[in-house]
């Protein structure tokens, strides 16, 4: 599959609040958080994520075009995967994991919320190799599915091109 444009959300004041309500967390086992949103039309993505390191590792070394978790959640229609599920399909993609587990990301889940034109992506991870990520999603449901929707309310204003809307036609009722 290939991928459009990858966008790092890189405005200060977003950052800024993200990076608040990432250490005001209380979730268990989880170091990483990202959110993003795509395009599902175009193919195009943009997130912010929790740890700067690896932003500038991955927008550096243009990550995003071979990354097996992003190429999963625009191919799947599930709404929630772990690292674990995921093909590599390719010497690239095992790289992009490989950098992944360097920066401290061994693990994780990702959640998605769908519509026809564009999807929100909460992406959690870990440094745990042999977190039981189901379990981890049974118990913290409740608290995974309050994150996941404080944080698109964060990123909706400054990710309207993604967020693709079909015009409706009203119905001609002129005879």
């Known amino acids: 599959m290939k991928l459009g444009k990858y966008t790092s959300l890189d405005r200060q004041d977003l950052i800024a609040n993200f990076d608040l309500y990432f ?5 268990p086992f989880m170091d990483y958080l990202a959110i ?5 039309i175009h193919k195009t993505s943009a997130s912010l994520m929790s740890s700067q390191d690896w932003r500038k590792i991955f927008r550096e070394l243009n990550l995003a075009d071979e990354d097996p978790v ?4 625009f191919s799947t ?7 674990d599920e995921v093909d590599y399909q390719n010497n690239a993609g095992r790289e992009v994991m490989r950098q992944r587990k360097l920066n401290g990301i061994e693990n994780g889940l990702v959640f998605m919320k769908r519509s026809l034109t564009h999807n ?4 959690m991870g870990t440094g745990f190799k042999n ?4 379990r981890y999603l049974i118990d913290y449901h409740s608290n995974i599915q309050k994150v996941f929707n404080d944080l ?6 400054a990710t309207k091109q993604y967020q ?4 409706s036609h009203p119905i001609d009722d002129a005879k």
């Open 131 to 134: 977190i039981n990520t189901y």
């Open 70 to 73: 992003r190429k999963a959640s």
């Open 120 to 123: 929100f992506m909460l992406t």
């Open 152 to 157: 698109i309310e964060l990123v909706v204003p």
């Open 77 to 83: 229609r599930v709404n929630h995967f772990s690292f």
């Open 164 to 167: 693709i809307t079909i015009p």
């Open 36 to 40: 993003g949103v795509q395009d599902t």
């Open 23 to 27: 250490k005001g967390l209380e979730l």
